[in-house]
């Protein structure tokens, strides 16, 4: 174990320090929407916001969107498979196994999250396609609602009608190939942009081939200074699934696949029309509409069953901003209504077919009032309501033919957060406290009864809630600028999988504290170096696991890059990423050994010999072994691992037309 306060002492004195990004061309103003739902040239909101341009984009070797973010503070990645990040879920401030359901994921404010348990499509997400990204740390419940407890990370995609064309085609190990292109043109009355997107690899391990396909984009017409727009997206992946291995094979053939017939392929498309418009010189308005629809298709034959599954999802988000005043004073509120409604139906070939269908409907408005020159008051308020109903069919095992099963239930939760944002020139300083919810996903509504397998209805899972407090700030001098946060969240009836019960349960009360700390040297014009930290103490506050650690949660985590731009000489940069023990998957009682840690190192070259570029990235570029998932399996008395991928290289060759 980790001594708890040495790290945390150390980042609460760098706790003045931060900013949100280091720029790369002094001269751009940063664009946040996160905090606010709109636009912002500065963050005026107690909030801790940071931003990873197109050009940190381009400078990463990540491959893949996941990639890109895991080396940001309070940000970690875990995947079961690794291969073009398909599977791979985000947790920020800790939350381990429920990690995907505590961190929202948006793409232009529209959630990707489903309302199920499943995996988030990053293959309609391609990297070329992102302009910026967001990352909203601690609870972002007032704005965003359920799920956005440990954070919200907001996709901003390319919007720019600027003519121009470009095509990237790569190669590398294990047979990797891909395709990436991209079309613009717009005028002063309209403009369209299309992302093409195409991977394909073998895999590091046995049956980890996969592939994805993705086109994606928008098309808008200008209304006055306001537009109307829509954006499309039709994407398709298909992957192995290799399986866990014990700790045998783990440590001898780690590329070795348990299932080396088991397959998934899932594909879908996402539709949203919207309109961006000021009504008069103090009031504007945005809304959108969207509709997502996803098939998923797994073969099992190392367990002899099939399942396919559908996916739908229909929403409508419109809100105001109202530049208003108030006496004197600037003030300004944003007021809006989420409502999302979406249906799951599984059909499985050893089992019960499953559906659910969730409403939800949220109501949320938040003020900012410069109370003096540097000086705004913020304060939120959400109502939300839920309505589930969960069903299984009949069906028969070896203990006879089980009957059909229903359960609904409803649910409302409020949420308010209220904070102080001081800033001058050069610096920040922030507090706020708030509190969170969330709701349960439609198949945390299911267990499986231990002693027969069958499923069972578990509808008396209580929302989620918590509390935050939360402190941090940002500072600029010259060539070095950073931020920190330090924060205590406390959660009462927190959603997890109990493995010994084969259920949803709600836990006994639980609490984070934790601290955040990045820093960029501008060294000279072209050299950056970028060092970021997170503690975490994720603990039970009571009950039989009082002070135990909550599982697959690591108390440290460090990253350390640094970029140099020669010019005509390329581009070069390498990031060491740092990820410490923590306790495997069910471990809440902490009664076994530590999964270990380990450290990776990414490398990446770029040459501008315009118009061609030519870029090189080695991943892993040590061959690192580690586990970012593994657990304990009763039934086997044994530890089992989800291997990550070995080294790997991409090579790939832009032409940009004009």
């Known amino acids: 174990m980790y001594p708890r306060n040495t790290p945390l002492a150390a980042a609460i004195a760098l706790a003045l320090l931060g900013s949100a990004h280091a720029q790369t061309n002094p001269h751009l ?32 070797p990540a491959r893949d969107l996941p990639g890109v973010l895991k080396s940001r503070a309070g940000v970690s990645v875990s995947a079961l498979y690794g291969s073009l990040g398909l599977d791979s879920t985000i947790d920020m401030r800790g939350f381990g196994e429920t990690a995907g359901a505590n961190t929202l994921v948006l793409l232009d404010g529209q959630r990707l999250n489903p309302i199920d348990s499943g995996a988030i499509s990053w293959s309609a997400v391609p990297l070329d396609s992102i302009e910026r990204i967001e990352i909203l740390r601690g609870a972002g419940t007032v704005l965003y609602g359920d799920r956005a407890t440990g954070g919200v990370v907001n996709i901003i995609t390319r919007k720019a009608g600027k003519p121009e064309a470009a095509v990237t085609v790569g190669a590398g190990s294990y047979d990797t190939r891909t395709i990436d292109a991209h079309v613009a043109a717009g005028n002063s009355s309209a403009y369209i942009n299309a992302f093409a997107h195409y991977a394909a690899t073998n895999g590091w391990r046995d049956n980890a081939q996969s592939d994805q396909m993705a086109l994606s984009g928008r098309a808008g017409v200008y209304i006055g200074q306001g537009e109307g727009f829509v954006d499309y997206a039709v994407y398709k992946d298909s992957s ?10 783990y440590a001898s053939r780690p590329r070795h696949s348990r299932t080396p017939d088991d397959r998934q392929r899932r594909d879908g498309y996402r539709l949203r029309p919207g309109i961006a418009l000021p009504l008069t010189a103090n009031l504007t308005l945005e809304a959108e509409a969207a509709l997502e629809h996803q098939d998923n298709r797994a073969r099992y034959l190392s367990f002899g069953s099939r399942t396919q599954a559908s996916r739908d999802n229909w929403s409508l988000t419109p809100r105001l901003r109202w530049q208003h005043g108030l006496g004197r004073l600037e003030s300004e509120t944003v007021a809006g209504i989420d409502y999302y409604s979406g249906e799951v139906d599984a059909f499985y070939s050893t089992a019960a077919s499953q559906g659910a269908r969730q409403k939800s409907a949220g109501y949320y408005v938040q003020n900012t009032t410069e109370l003096t020159p540097g000086l705004a008051a913020t304060a939120g308020l959400r109502h939300q309501k839920v309505e589930q109903d969960a069903r299984q069919g009949a069906f028969t095992s070896i203990f006879g033919t089980q009957p059909a099963m229903r359960g609904d239930g409803d649910h409302s939760r409020n949420a308010w957060d209220i904070g102080l944002n001081y800033a001058g020139q050069g610096w920040r300083l922030y507090g706020k406290v708030g509190t969170s919810f969330r709701f349960a996903n439609t198949d945390e509504l299911f267990g499986y009864d231990p002693m027969t397998g069958n499923p069972v209805f578990a509808g008396d899972i209580k929302p989620q809630q918590g509390r935050i407090q939360e402190l941090g700030g940002s500072l600029t001098l010259g060539a070095v600028s950073g931020r920190a946060a330090v924060y205590h969240m406390r959660l009462q009836d927190e ?14 009360p639980t609490r984070r504290l934790g601290a955040e700390v990045e820093l960029d040297w501008r060294i000279q014009p072209g050299l950056l170096a970028r060092l970021s930290y997170a503690y975490t103490d994720a603990t039970f506050r009571s009950g039989p696991y009082e002070d135990k650690q909550i599982p697959l949660v690591a108390q440290d985590r460090t990253a350390a890059s640094l970029t140099w731009d020669g010019g005509t000489f390329g581009k070069y940069s390498a990031i060491a990423n740092y990820t410490g023990k923590r306790h495997f998957s069910g471990d809440y009682a902490n009664q076994r050994k530590l999964l270990a840690g380990y450290t990776t190192v990414d490398v990446m070259a770029s040459w501008n010999f315009k118009p061609w570029s030519i870029s090189a990235r080695l991943i892993n570029a040590f061959d690192k072994r580690y586990s970012s998932y593994a657990g304990y399996s009763t039934f086997a008395g044994d530890y089992y691992y989800y291997p990550a991928d070995g080294r790997n290289f991409l090579l790939t060759a832009s032409y940009q037309f004009h």
């Not at 606010?36 to 963050?43: D, I, M, Y």
């Open 240 to 249: 192995g699934l290799p399986g866990y291995l014990l700790s045998a094979d």
């Open 29 to 60: 103003e940063p664009v946040f929407v996160t905090a606010t739902r709109f636009s912002e040239n500065e963050v005026r909101v107690p909030a801790n916001v940071s931003v990873i341009s197109r050009d940190d984009i381009l400078s990463t």
């Open 495 to 508: 959603i997890a999988y109990d493995g010994a019960l084969f259920a949803n349960v709600n836990l006994d």
